[in-house]
């Protein structure tokens, strides 16, 4: 059979619809006119026939005509409304409003879809929403709806709000951080709040802002990677919070709360704080349900984890995945600590420690950058303040009791060591001692446990408890850090006494330098107690010695007090100088101490050598025995040649060996 004749018997053994539809292919491949023709001859003969009507769309597609598609697709929507093929190419074009994808084909589907109506596009997307038994896909296709339609907010805001909500109660989800807290928080809320006429219940905002809380702060602790049907939001860690702080401020429009207007405030906690404490003093606080009670209540615990999300962050930067995502962390934590001073001389800004200027009594280790540095003084401070406030009568602290429950801050491990810091800034430190010792600090932050703790026990006043915890620290330092290059030590505050008999804190970096030197302050500042209260209390007065050789000159000051009471007393005995003491300057001073010609001064710091005892004579220098002064000078001079020692490694060393020998001189007082 001849081509031409097979051909013909197909074309009599096809419908009339299929037959117009076939010669519209046909010609469609040498003349775009005539199978035009055939098409809208198609369409005026069979309006009634979706395969038709298909096709003619299908052609337009094919031709990449989006304007002139969209108009025979909105016939077929309108006409065809239970026809399956017709809502597979439904859901094509919902797939690509919401892709994104850069594909021709969901490029024409995005073009098709703006040249339709609004009317078609309003409908088109709410019956593919409608037709969908997946809630979390329907969430989806509802907010495309109400992103491109903000009108309808007030017929599907509400609506969805709560579908979001009871999914979300009803599913598998853990975590916040799920794809539909997502999408409530992160998508729908702004177009809801956006919206002047959507009318949401008071108890629910008040809801979606602690959901709003809960939500950034998790993702910002944990990350998405691990969350089942998440969609990575498209903000940066730097911008979450300034998510919430608009959601805040439109929340505030929404309840005709005028706090909410500190939110927008650019980057001033100082200031927002301020609001807030002067807001307090005009509000009534014995009635709950109270509107500005409510709102002082909301405000400040929306600045509180605010703050303490950028405190914590660079206390304990491990605990939040997701700000340090994709960047190596190289800070390994930082402590708030009590700082230790004393009479010594005044250090220049540049080798002291960073010191908040509205706070003199708060310093920050000089291993973090002044941008850190600034940034952790406010929100500390800021954090503080809020949380204070909110435990300013019992109504609030009740309340924000009951929001620390729905926002499960027991989940945030670092939430604890805010609570005990705060207390130690406000020097409640038996209070701090004993939240401190509930913690049951893991083999991980033992470290941080013992010399936190150190300086909490010097401020209650057992200095023995103190020094035995920093003497744990250095005996169980890695070898690494024991025996390390001498490195010039991170200074601590060198003020005077605090304002308002509150203690001195000092933020310190878990390096080697800035533990020993901690440990060393501590040992000073409970020695120095003993050394001066007690005639003939040498024994501290040498430990002293010893470990001031680790700032030197910082405790200058302190070597002339012992100096002069040596001279007062005539004497001064220390049977460890020979194994310790190797700083030059202060070998100098005790060589003048001992052959001072004008005040004769008993020293007894050096083993007695072999002659010596052959002459039963020991190396004093009492200026009636000559043989003894001119033996200590040369033993002063064998002791001047180790001066290049590494002097970090011999004070560890003597805080290691000499531990009963450091609690001894405390114990006997």
Do not use: M
């Given at each position: 059979m001849s081509p031409v004749l097979f051909a013909n018997t197909q074309e009599n053994q096809l419908s009339d619809e299929e037959y117009v539809i076939y010669r519209a292919k046909v010609s469609?491949?040498?003349d775009e006119f005539s199978a035009k023709a055939w098409m809208i001859t198609a369409k005026t003969l069979f309006p009634r026939n979706f395969a038709v009507q298909l096709e003619a769309y299908t052609s337009l597609k094919a031709a990449n005509n989006p304007k002139e598609a969209a108009r025979y697709f909105s016939s077929l929507f309108f006409d065809f409304p239970n026809e399956p093929g017709l809502w597979e190419e439904v859901q094509e074009i919902t797939e690509a409003l919401q892709s994104g994808c850069a594909s021709a084909?969901?490029?024409?589907?995005?073009?098709l879809f703006s040249h339709m109506l609004l009317e078609v596009q309003h409908q088109l997307l709410l019956a593919m929403a409608n037709r969908t038994e997946d809630t979390l896909e329907h969430s989806r296709l509802m907010l495309v709806l109400l992103s491109k339609f903000p009108q309808s907010i007030d017929i599907h805001g509400k609506k969805l709000v709560d579908t979001l909500l009871n999914a979300e109660k009803h599913g598998s989800h853990q975590s916040p951080v799920n794809c539909f807290r997502q999408l409530l928080i992160v998508d729908l809320l702004p177009i809801i709040l956006d919206s002047k006429t959507s009318d949401i219940p008071q108890k629910t905002?008040?809801?979606?802002?602690?959901?709003?809380?809960?939500?950034?702060?998790?993702?910002?602790?944990?990350?998405?990677?691990?969350?089942?049907?998440?969609?990575?939001?498209?903000?940066?860690?730097?911008?979450?919070?300034?998510?919430?702080?608009k959601i805040m401020v439109a929340m505030g429009l929404?309840?005709?709360?005028?706090?909410?207007?500190?939110?927008?405030?650019?980057?001033?906690?100082?200031?927002m704080c301020q609001n807030l404490w002067a807001f307090s003093l005009e509000t009534p606080m014995g009635n709950e349900e109270n509107p500005r009670f409510r709102q002082l209540l909301y405000c400040t615990t929306v600045l509180l984890v605010e703050s303490l999300y950028e405190c914590m962050s660079k206390l304990e930067p491990g605990c939040f995945q997701a700000a340090n995502q994709g960047s190596k962390c190289e800070n390994p934590g930082l402590i708030l600590v009590v700082s230790f001073h004393s009479n010594v001389v005044k250090e220049s800004s540049e080798s002291g420690p960073k010191r908040l200027k509205d706070e003199s009594r708060l310093t920050i280790?000089?291993?973090?950058?002044?941008?850190?540095?600034?940034?952790?003084?406010?929100?500390?401070?800021?954090?503080?303040?809020?949380?204070?406030?909110?435990?300013?009568?019992?109504?609030?602290?009740?309340?924000?009791?009951?929001?620390?429950?729905?926002?499960?801050?027991?989940?945030w491990s670092w939430f604890p060591n805010f609570v005990i810091d705060s207390l130690i800034y406000q020097g409640r430190f038996t209070e701090a001692l004993a939240k401190l010792q509930s913690s049951c600090p893991t083999s991980g932050n033992q470290q941080a446990f013992l010399l936190k703790s150190a300086g909490i026990l010097y401020s209650l006043g057992n200095h023995v408890a103190a020094v035995e915890q920093v003497l744990h620290v250095v005996t169980n330092l890695p070898e690494s850090d024991k025996d390390s290059p001498c490195l010039q030590p991170v200074l601590l505050s060198s003020s005077g006494s605090s304002a308002h008999n509150k203690p001195e804190l000092h933020f310190m970096a878990l390096h080697k330098s800035e533990i020993v030197q901690y440990c060393v302050s501590l040992l000073v500042a409970c020695l120095r107690e003993r050394a001066f209260k007690k005639v003939n209390e040498d024994l501290c007065a040498g430990h002293l010695v010893v470990l001031i050789q680790y700032d030197w000159p910082r405790h200058s000051g302190l070597l002339q007090e012992i100096l002069d009471q040596a001279r007062r007393q005539g004497q001064f005995t220390y049977q460890l100088f020979a194994s310790y003491v190797i700083q030059a300057?202060?070998?100098?001073?005790?060589?003048?101490?001992?052959?001072?010609?004008?005040?004769?001064?008993?020293?007894?710091?050096f083993p007695s050598s072999s002659t010596q005892i052959a002459t039963q004579r020991r190396m004093t220098t009492r200026c009636v025995d000559k043989g003894a002064k001119e033996d200590f000078r040369s033993s002063m001079k064998r002791q001047l040649e180790r001066h290049s020692e590494n002097i970090h490694n011999t004070v560890v060393r003597f805080m290691v060996q000499e531990r009963e020998m450091i609690l001894q001189a405390l114990q006997t007082y």
């Open positions: 469609q491949k040498h084909a969901s490029q024409f589907h995005r073009d905002l008040h809801r979606l802002i602690l959901k709003s809380i809960e939500f950034y702060v998790s993702w910002l602790s944990s990350g998405s990677s691990n969350s089942e049907g998440l969609v990575e939001p498209d903000i940066k860690p730097g911008e979450s919070w300034n998510n919430l702080f929404k309840l005709g709360w005028d706090l909410c207007s500190i939110f927008g405030i650019e980057s001033n906690r100082k200031l280790s000089k291993n973090c950058s002044n941008s850190v540095a600034t940034s952790l003084s406010s929100s500390f401070i800021t954090a503080v303040n809020c949380w204070d406030l909110l435990h300013q009568t019992e109504e609030l602290g009740s309340e924000f009791a009951k929001l620390c429950q729905h926002l499960r801050t027991d989940t300057n202060i070998l100098e001073e005790f060589l003048y101490l001992g052959i001072d010609q004008y005040g004769p001064v008993n020293v007894d710091i």
